[in-house]
């Protein structure tokens, strides 16, 4: 599923399943930050830490899935500092917070639960899954708590 796929029926059928898998299909979600940033694909490429070709393929639904935990760490990051402000004003203020997302390692799969969920909601989510899943409750506790 994660391969390239042409004709308009597999771009439709993809779109979907990332509108599944991110709640939305990602070219509308990377063009809000392109917009936002005013900045190229291949700068939000970088920033990301894929080729502005795989970006491409990913905006335009010839692909479905982010690869790479870290990339989709970076993409949430980077959107929840933007929905912050945290952008500022000015090619200057963009190009540290890029920098930052950049160089961002999130550590582990806490990390990247972290950067969508405070530990409440965590916690939460957890008393959720906990009868029917108590495996993945356990991990949602662990991010809750710090990793």
Do not use: H, W
């Not at 709640?23 to 700068?43: N, T």
């Not at 490429?45 to 990913?58: I, R, Y």
């Not at 993409?75 to 200057?92: C, I, K, M, Y």
Request: proline share 5%; hydrophobic share 45%.
């Amino acid at each position: 599923m994660g391969g390239q796929v042409g004709g308009t029926d597999a771009v439709r059928r993809n779109r979907e399943l990332q509108r599944r898998f991110y709640g939305e299909p990602l070219g509308d979600r990377l063009r809000r930050l392109l917009g936002a940033l005013d900045v190229s694909q291949a700068v939000l490429a970088a920033a990301l830490g894929v080729s502005s070709p795989m970006l491409s393929q990913l905006m335009s639904g010839r692909r479905v899935k982010i690869g790479s935990p870290a990339v989709l760490g970076r993409l949430l990051l980077l959107e929840q500092r933007v929905a912050a402000g945290d952008a500022g004003s000015g090619p200057e203020a963009v190009a540290r917070l890029l920098s930052e997302v950049r160089e961002a390692e999130l550590r582990n799969d806490y990390d990247l639960l972290r950067t969508v969920a405070g530990p409440e909601e965590l916690a939460a989510a957890a008393a959720t899954l906990d009868p029917g899943f108590p495996s993945l409750a356990g991990l949602l506790r662990r991010a809750a708590a710090g990793g």
